[in-house]
């Protein structure tokens, strides 16, 4: 019987110790998530359909020079002002500045006036680096599912700016020299085993509006979506690029990536796969593969191994 007063102590000590561990951790997640940053909100930088076309700007503590654009899109929809800083921690403790970029969401504008918009952010931050004590020529593009899309648009088809333009945004080049993004659609014509697929050569069955009005027409569809599909553009100028892909994904299956991997390969560019077994589309433990993206992105874009501009 002298025993379960013991017993007692015993457990109430360990308990005790377990609730300052989990308070110790959570702790140490919240420092983690919410870095020292200096935010700058709601720049614009064009207009669409008479709207505004806004960024943000997170300045970390320590900046390292490299930029990081970050595409604020999912189902090609965009909500600017639900983005928050520790959405982008990873990046931010790298050093890195992030420059969030909002669009206007589909149908409003269609996915094609947004490729165009999301080109236009990047030679507008080009044009602003040196103020957020940013290189130019150090520039990345991270983005997820259809934020993944917009980010490989623009490294397949980033161009070189009109140096005639009397807009001196557009005098800028939107080219982006590192891109790392989660489950991006690559390929609108074959969508594979998308659920998404309605196996009659059209776009995504919900996003048939995303396209405009010709989009949703089978006729007009197919150069639409090969326009719109950045494994039909991939060249010899195809910056470095990382993906992370879950095996499970059924609504952007595995296969957009490996195929994009796969003619990548064939041009000679390099395109780093990490593919997360029985993950589907997002998992909970993303934030820590935004810290392999981080990392990623310093490696390409530092100084000692800058990447030339294509």
Known sequence: MRSWPR???IAWRVAMAAVAIALVLAALLWWDLHPSVTETRNIVYGQRHGKDLVLHVLQPEHPSGIGIVVMISGRWKSNPEGFNAWLVAPFLRQGQTVFAVGHISQPEASVMETVADVNRAVRYIR????????????????????????????????GAGDPAAADPVSRQSSLIQAAAVFFPVTDLINLGPSTENLHDGGPPRSFRKAFGPQGADLATWPPIGHSMSPIEHISHRLPPVLVIHGSEDTL???DQSTRFQEKAAKAGRPVDLIVRPGKKHGWLTLPWDMRLMAQWFDQKLSTHGKIAEP
């Open 7 to 9: 017993f007692f102590r």
């Open 127 to 158: 044009l602003h680096a040196s103020s957020y004590g940013v290189d130019p020529q150090r520039l990345g593009v991270a983005g997820g599912s259809s934020g993944g899309h917009l980010s490989l648009m623009l490294a397949t088809l980033g």
């Open 252 to 254: 952007v299956p595995l």
